[in-house]
């Protein structure tokens, strides 16, 4: 079965470079990326241009930004695990080091919090940080 993981992430350079990081780390999984709250949102309802599942596929892994146009990281948060009620692991991928983004997300059922790293070539460990992850879940 492919995994598909869902990137929620609304900078381009940072999409880019982390789909490159995850080919590396996970290479049988598919990514599917959103670039706003709104959006991830949509996905999971499967409205709009998300409505065929065969090509939109509930995902396996999210991975989520905190600081999102439309709808912020956490309120998709929130909603994921409140009105989808699924228990989908979610990483927050995020620049903040924020205590209280961090218990934030955790209280509202973040499954693990990682900091974006500054040194692109750093991605790749945050990648196969999350191959563990889901592999674990």
């Known amino acids: 079965m492919v995994k598909v993981i869902l990137l929620v992430e609304d900078d ?6 982390f789909q490159h990081a995850m080919a590396k780390a996970e290479p049988g999984s598919v990514m599917q990326v959103v670039s706003d709250g709104q ?3 949509d996905y999971f309802k499967g409205t ?14 999210v991975l989520l930004d905190l ?3 439309q709808v912020p990281g956490l309120d998709v948060l929130k ?16 620049s903040s080091k924020n205590d209280e983004d961090v218990a934030t997300a955790y209280k ?7 900091v974006k790293p500054s040194d692109p070539s750093q991605l ?3 990648a196969k940080m999350i191959g563990l992850v889901k592999k674990s879940v």
């Open 108 to 114: 509202l059922g973040a499954n693990a919090y990682l």
């Open 48 to 61: 709009g241009k998300f409505k065929n599942r065969e090509a939109f596929p509930l995902p396996s892994l």
């Open 67 to 69: 600081k999102l146009p």
């Open 39 to 41: 959006m991830a949102i």
């Open 79 to 94: 909603w994921i695990r409140t009105e989808a009620g699924s228990d989908v692991p979610v990483v927050i991928l995020s």
């Open 124 to 126: 790749l460990d945050i």
């Open 12 to 17: 381009d350079d940072a999409v880019f470079l």
